[in-house]
């Protein structure tokens, strides 16, 4: 078998599409996650049109969208719902074969899975650390099992095992925000017509997306203090506060997501690494280089870590030679990505001058915001991929 084993540690986004790409090529992965039930938590997720263009080339694409919701606009707004800006979603899809997909995280976890056979993803299995001697791989669990294999994809997120076994000096960067999440239970036509638009106020904004006919995903983030956690059961009370000076459909939004469905994460990113394996290790997604959410790309760039990875294991080379290749071809997009999203943040919660970056942006025409767009959603085919690797 062409590298032999694969142990793929994570069965999250990023996880689980490498299982499929792998497994298409005949390659033999197994998939070890932590959680007992694959059950994505975070509410829903933009899949932007560079991770749906992938999820088509490996046959994914039209199941993750019959259970997601197509966007047709996505507008940045301020408080009072004025349009500051926005993206023609048709436009987009007719250039790119696809739009953004908002869809159900956990939907969305059952999708890939379900392109995988059962037997190769092994739920219940806590990573605890990882051993490479005389070219095999062991993982090693936290219920006394371990796994043996040729090679390990450290796919198990920003908090990684893996990246702390090869690389524990690895520095995790708080972008000074803190973000609630949560699904409310309402009809899209008491939405005002809003389809998704993020809504910039003063150190704050909030986000609303329909993902599906009764479905809205929602996050709010605010500038905060690292680490900060709402009394039990208070949080609904604290966000309605805090965004009372937005207009509606807001605290329509608010009102009706169940309380103990909110949860809070503070936004961080990773700092770069100089290099993502070491030896027959490899990490990939936020496990390699997490980034804040601010441009809806962190969980397309795993996909297209799973992409690139299809396209690469096709090659009959050393494996350790092969993932520095797949270094050398990802890194400046990622990395680029990680520090627009991470400036971008920054500039939506600005406090001063919020009216003038307000007038910019609503003064540079879609064509413009369109392009800046187009690097981010091409994505290379194989051909491209392999031509551009060497060996
Ligand atoms: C507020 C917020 C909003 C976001 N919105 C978007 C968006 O709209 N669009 C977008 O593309 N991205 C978005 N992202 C980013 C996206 O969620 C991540 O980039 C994406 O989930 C990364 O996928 P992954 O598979 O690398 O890691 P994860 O999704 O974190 O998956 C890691 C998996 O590994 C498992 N695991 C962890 N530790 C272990 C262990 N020790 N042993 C075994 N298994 C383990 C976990 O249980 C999990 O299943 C957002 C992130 C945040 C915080």
Redesign the pocket.
């Known amino acids: 078998m062409k590298h032999g084993k694969g142990i793929i540690?994570?069965?999250?986004?990023?996880?689980?599409t490498t299982a499929i790409g792998l497994l298409q090529l005949g390659l033999d992965v197994e998939v070890?996650?932590?959680?007992p039930e694959?059950r994505?938590v975070?509410a829903?997720?933009?899949?932007?049109p560079n991770?749906m263009s992938i999820l088509g080339r490996l046959g994914v694409a039209n199941d993750v969208m019959e259970q997601g919701f197509q966007l047709s606009k996505m507008n940045l707004r301020n408080a009072r719902m004025g349009i500051i800006t926005g993206t023609d979603q048709t436009y987009i899809r007719e250039k790119y074969g696809f739009g953004i997909t908002a869809i159900h995280?956990a939907r969305l976890?059952r999708v890939l899975a379900k392109h995988i056979p059962e037997h190769r993803i092994h739920l219940g299995?806590?990573?605890?650390r990882v051993e490479e001697k005389n070219d095999k791989v062991t993982a090693f669990?936290e219920d006394g099992s371990s796994a043996i294999g040729d090679y390990v994809i450290g796919?198990?997120?920003?908090?990684?095992?893996v990246r702390n076994s090869i690389f524990p000096d690895a520095s995790i960067r708080y972008s000074g925000q803190t973000?609630w999440?949560g699904i409310a239970q309402v009809n899209g036509h008491a939405l005002n017509g809003i389809e998704a638009s993020e809504i910039w106020g003063k150190g704050k904004r909030f986000g609303i997306s329909r993902i599906s006919e009764e479905e809205v995903y929602w996050?709010a983030?605010r500038d905060a203090k690292r680490g900060g956690q709402d009394e039990h059961g208070r949080t609904k009370g604290i966000l309605m506060d805090m965004f009372k000076d937005f207009s509606e459909p807001v605290m329509t939004v608010l009102r009706n997501t169940s309380v103990d469905k909110m949860i809070r994460?503070d936004?961080d990113d990773l700092l770069p690494l100089s290099t993502w394996s070491k030896g027959r290790l490899l990490l990939?997604?936020?496990?390699a280089h997490?980034?804040?959410?601010n441009l809806?790309?962190?969980?397309?760039?795993?996909?297209e870590d799973a992409w690139y990875l299809h396209c690469l294991m096709e090659k009959e080379m050393p494996l350790t030679e092969l993932f520095n290749q797949f270094y050398k071809l990802r890194f400046k997009r990622v990395n680029d990505i990680v520090k627009r999203s991470f400036m971008m943040g920054k500039i939506a919660h600005m406090k001063v001058g919020k009216r003038i970056r307000n007038t910019i942006f609503s003064m540079t025409p879609e064509s413009v915001i369109n392009k800046q767009f187009m690097d981010m959603y091409q994505v290379p085919e194989k051909e491209i991929i392999l031509s551009q690797s060497i060996g």
Do not use: H, M
């Open positions: 540690i994570g069965g999250g986004i990023g996880g689980l070890y996650e932590a959680a694959l994505e975070g829903g997720i933009w899949l932007a991770a995280r976890v299995k806590r990573l605890l669990f796919a198990d997120g920003i908090k990684s095992k973000c999440r996050f983030c994460n936004l990939i997604g936020d496990a997490a980034t804040t959410p809806g790309q962190g969980g397309g760039q795993a996909i």
